[in-house]
């Protein structure tokens, strides 16, 4: 049993994880390397979500009944531990939405309808990177094409990491935001935000960070990041689907307007006009996912129990030894950083000329699960000249002995193409 410095005693934490052992095709023991897709759910989640509609279910806020009470106490708890995990000025900065993209395109359309001076229109400029998520390019190119702003991105280097060797050429006075991910979802690079911010500052451009390969794996400091707004999603962080965050300054969330109309978003409405809710409910029309909140909270007790800065040193020593036994099996090339030093834990790679699919349907009859194909990050694919990559990636629970598992998985594929 190989044992690394830093790992978290995996063997405890697996318990807490049913789905960990299914056995697959052939009595095979499910290999899970799916995580920057989505992880799993720990039981302490589960039960939450069970004893949620066994005994909580009703819709939140205006109900007096006690099932609406109890069910808006769960709700707005969530919230409450969703801000101090994030370590948000307030409560109020916290708004729900049904994952990463829809807090995106939250903020997309919330410049496109603003006034000055966070209006997004011809005069304008937004940038963006080319190893952004499609959740971070396409509503960008939606708002350039209906407010006629011109989009620009950071280009990548060679190995993985953003050129920034051209950041006041790119972020100008004309800039009126900043969109990048922290943690890239295909190439697990860490980006630079420290830089990124500081340009993004000096020009007065808003910054968006998209934290959603970030929020499962590190510290996210909203505070220490700068930026004015963060999304993160619910799904990738051992809570359940059907959830996300966008955190954002609490002056900018009264000053934008509301994205989607509706119920519970409202302050007063007649026939002639309305007027909104304070954030973050003007930001929350309709039933909100109330349970899926609550399930989000109990994942972040989960993670927190733990330790973010544990599972960080984790991911760390196991991505570590990860590349370092891709890197012998032959004929394999890794798409981005190829060393553990800031990056995640997300290895994407080529086989020979063996296309991903193949090598994913292989390594699925050996129980081993991955992700192959573009990641929603197409363009990474066309800077690296490659039609996609298979890609491994790991979360608190993952062991040593599945990466070697990987990489024997890996050597059987390479003998089964020849």
């Known amino acids: 049993m190989i044992t690394l410095p ?7 934490i697996r318990k807490d994880f049913p789905i960990l052992d299914r ?37 939140v806020h205006r109900g007096v009944h006690v099932l609406a009470e109890e069910a808006t106490a769960l709700y707005e708890g969530a919230r409450d531990k969703v801000a101090a995990f994030i370590n948000a000025p307030s409560r109020n900065e916290v708004i729900f ?69 051209n950041i006041e050429e790119v972020i100008t006075e004309k800039t009126k935001i900043v969109s990048f991910t922290l943690v890239s979802n295909i190439m697990g690079t860490v980006n630079p935000v420290e830089a990124i911010v500081r340009r993004a500052q000096d020009v007065g451009a808003l910054v968006l960070i998209d934290a959603s390969q970030a929020a499962p794996h590190m510290v996210l400091d909203v505070q220490a990041l700068q930026a004015d707004f963060v999304a993160f999603t619910g799904h990738k962080m051992c809570g359940p689907t ?24 409202i302050e ?44 960080a040193q984790h991911e760390h020593a196991l991505t570590e030894y ?28 080529t086989l020979g000329d063996i296309h991903p699919h193949d090598v994913g349907q292989v390594l699925d009859e050996q129980g081993i699960a991955v992700r192959v194909g573009h990641h929603c990050a197409r363009p990474v694919c066309l800077r690296y000249g490659i039609p996609a990559t298979t890609r491994a990636s790991f979360y608190l629970y993952s062991t040593p002995a599945e990466v070697d598992a990987l990489v024997d998985g890996l050597e059987h594929v390479r003998n089964f193409f020849g």
């Not at 990177?129 to 620009?152: D, F, Y």
């Not at 003007?282 to 800065?309: H, N, R």
Request: hydrophobic share 40%; aromatic share 6%; net charge negative.
């Open 97 to 165: 939405t049904k994952n990463a993209s829809e807090s995106l395109n939250l903020v997309a359309n919330m410049l496109g309808w603003a006034d000055e001076p966070y209006r997004v229109d011809s005069d304008t400029e937004v940038v963006i990177t080319e190893m952004e998520h499609h959740s971070n390019i396409v509503p960008w190119q939606l708002l350039s094409q209906r407010t006629g702003a011109k989009l620009k991105w950071f280009g990548l280097t060679d190995d993985g990491r953003l050129d920034l060797s």
């Open 242 to 265: 059907g959830i996300g965050v966008l955190w954002g300054r609490q002056e900018l969330l009264e000053d934008l307007p509301p994205f989607l109309g509706g119920g519970e978003m």
């Open 268 to 311: 007063t409405v007649s026939m002639h006009s309305s007027t909104y809710a304070p954030a973050p409910h003007k930001f929350e029309a309709g039933t909100p996912p109330i349970a899926q909140a609550v399930g989000l909270g109990a994942a972040v007790d989960y993670l927190s129990s733990i330790g973010m800065d544990k599972i």
């Open 322 to 349: 990860a590349v370092k036994r891709l890197l012998e099996v032959p004929d394999l090339r890794i798409i981005g950083p190829a060393t553990a030093e800031d990056r995640g834990a997300a290895i994407s790679f």
């Open 6 to 12: 830093g790992l978290l005693d995996t063997e405890a």
């Open 23 to 59: 056995v697959l095709h052939d009595g095979k023991k499910l290999v899970y390397l799916d995580n920057a897709a989505t992880s799993q759910t720990p039981r302490q989640v589960i039960d939450v979500l069970s004893e949620y509609y066994e005994q909580h279910n009703a819709n």
